[in-house]
């Protein structure tokens, strides 16, 4: 295969980024984000791991159907990818949920370091051979393109990775990933082992080098960069760098790399990295997982020059403290945008030049509330914009709605909140707590109403600008309390988990904020749980025979 300086994104946010502790999605918010994955221009969409349980494969299967159909930016639908472990079981899981995409993949990987094999696999190496000959030739059996991963690589014997890998290739495998699972190479090792491995590997010319970076010592990017270097043409990464303990390589920190520092790398991608943000934004508030406001490119404060000195420099001449501009990453740099005067119309095209399409329905919901948010904040800026919108469009389907609050807080009593709610049938219901604090009182309020035992796992508040009439943001985790709802098993480690459920909310009163934020999370508990609504609706699709 000719060597190009074409580097392909593969994403897994929907897969390793969904193992994450807590970053349980919804089938309708994977398709979502998957949606948004492909306008991104990602090349391969790791979808999920369809033997994890039937609402995993069937997720995937909605993606390979209706985004793994649809043309991203280089005017080819995504390669839609299914993870599998090295069984035939979960192949043919895999290929039961991706046949439908117009460019279907299978991922099916077994560990080669000797600490797996000998404790997790209890197999001798002859015998994982043979394993990986024998199913990755079964899953081409279904499927051209088929991806091998040795996992552990990082830990494993070099020379028994050659081995294993040309026997992969043997067997039909077109890439070849290379993970290091546990984190643990520096940039040096791993990008002399990836060179190690298109030095010696037999038929290593004719596939897709890849790399996959775990981020527990803070190096997975420098790690991912280091094997692209070393000749690997595909990068796995997530967005946020979600995924599983300190998550994997983020997929802003390389394109944004590659493309910030061209001379140094002469390698390119085809993400629209002006989308990052908005891309950015929809994973944290669907997974409930906030992004850490110094984090690289996605941070809060990844474009604020805050200090005296920066400012000073910063008018004087951008480049002194800034390597990108924040338009590169589809930030806008205007702080008052709109105001209470400000029409319809000007609100779609400001919402248009950030990257927000609605329909009229939508535009007009958006309208109503611009101007709800307009009589209580003189400025709006975009980041304002960004988090109304967010809070309008990300939601999960609405079995109880938030239709009043009122609280009393303070030193001077016990804080007390009274709630009103919509149900699923439209009726009204209203109940009254007390609490430790005018949140917790609200909680409880909300608990008596909707009766569906939960722990609250983490609750965290944010405000979207500076000055004291800010929108407040916040996201919560929980999980069912009896930890039954919903249990899937890790494709690695083969533990069983109850899953977790995000939400988010966004007003100018963070008692409100926090309310919202709360049912957003119980909504979804209440529906995957199976007591209300019906399924989420499946796309028209062939089945072939099934
Ligand atoms: O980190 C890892 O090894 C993985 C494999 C399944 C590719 O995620
Ligand atoms: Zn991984």
């Known amino acids: ?99 439908f995409a117009a460019r279907p993949r299978i991922h099916t990987f077994l560990a080669t370091s000797a600490i797996h094999m000998k404790h997790k696999l209890r197999m001798d190496p002859e015998e994982v051979v043979d394993r990986v000959r024998e199913m990755v030739s079964y899953a081409k059996g279904y499927c051209d393109d088929v991806e091998f991963s040795p996992e552990d690589a990082g830990r494993s014997d070099p020379e028994f990775l050659y081995l294993v890998l040309g026997e992969a290739i043997k067997a039909g495998a077109t890439t070849l990933n290379i993970p290091d699972t546990v984190g643990y190479t520096t940039p040096d090792e791993f990008g002399s082992l990836i060179a190690g491995i298109m030095a010696n590997t037999p038929g290593v010319e004719d596939v897709i080098v890849s790399v996959h970076c775990h981020d527990d010592l803070g190096l997975a990017t420098a790690n991912t960069l280091a094997g692209l270097a070393a000749g690997a043409r595909q ?6 760098g979600i995924g599983e303990r300190a998550g994997n390589t983020s997929l802003e920190e390389v394109v944004m790399a590659l493309q910030t520092r061209r001379p140094a790398y002469n390698l390119e991608t085809g993400i629209d990295s002006t989308q ?84 009229g329905e939508e535009l007009q919901e958006a309208f109503e509330r611009f101007k709800d948010l307009a009589d209580k904040k003189k400025t709006i800026t975009d980041a304002d914009l960004a988090a109304l919108i967010t809070d309008q469009l990300y939601q999960p389907r609405e079995v109880f709605a938030l239709e009043g609050l009122q609280v009393a807080c303070g030193t001077m009593g016990m804080p007390t909140a009274t709630v009103r709610l919509t149900g699923p049938d439209g009726s009204e219901y209203i109940e009254a707590a007390i609490g430790t604090g005018p949140v917790d009182a609200t909680y409880k309020a909300i608990d008596n109403i909707v009766q569906m035992p939960n722990c609250l796992l983490e609750f965290t508040v944010r405000a979207v600008t500076e000055g004291i009439d800010a929108i407040g943001e916040v996201t919560v985790r929980l999980e069912a309390e009896n930890g039954d709802v919903h249990l899937r098993t890790s494709p690695q480690s083969g533990l069983i988990q109850p899953r977790t459920f995000g939400g988010h909310g966004a007003d100018t009163d963070i008692i409100v904020a926090s309310a919202k934020a709360y049912l957003s999370a119980i909504n979804k508990l209440l529906v995957a749980s199976g007591l209300y609504g019906e399924p989420e609706p499946m796309a028209e699709i062939a089945l072939n025979g099934e």
């Open 276 to 359: 990052i943000t908005r891309v950015s934004r929809m994973v944290s508030n669907y997974t409930g997982i906030p992004v850490q406001p110094n984090k690289a490119i996605v941070g809060a404060n990844a474009f604020a020059h805050e200090a005296g000195i920066h400012q000073d420099g910063m008018l004087k001449h951008h480049e002194t403290y800034e390597i990108m501009r924040p338009e590169m990453v589809g930030l806008q740099r205007s702080s008052l945008v709109l105001g209470k005067h400000s029409g319809r119309h000007a609100l779609k095209v400001r919402l248009s030049d950030m990257g927000y399409e609605l329909t």
């Open 1 to 99: 295969m000719e060597k190009s300086n074409y580097v392909h994104i593969f994403d897994t946010t929907l897969r390793d980024g969904e193992q994450s502790p807590g970053a349980t999605l919804t089938s309708a918010e994977k398709l979502e984000i998957a949606r948004t994955l492909a306008r991104l221009g990602v090349d391969v969409m790791e979808a999920g791991f369809p033997a994890a349980s039937p609402d995993d494969l069937e997720g995937v299967r909605r993606i390979a159907v209706e985004v793994g159909n649809m043309a991203g930016p280089s005017g080819k639908p995504p390669i839609i990818c299914g993870l599998a472990r090295a069984a035939s079981s979960d192949i043919d899981k895999a290929w039961q949920a991706v046949q």
């Open 235 to 240: 990068a796995e990464v997530t967005i946020n």
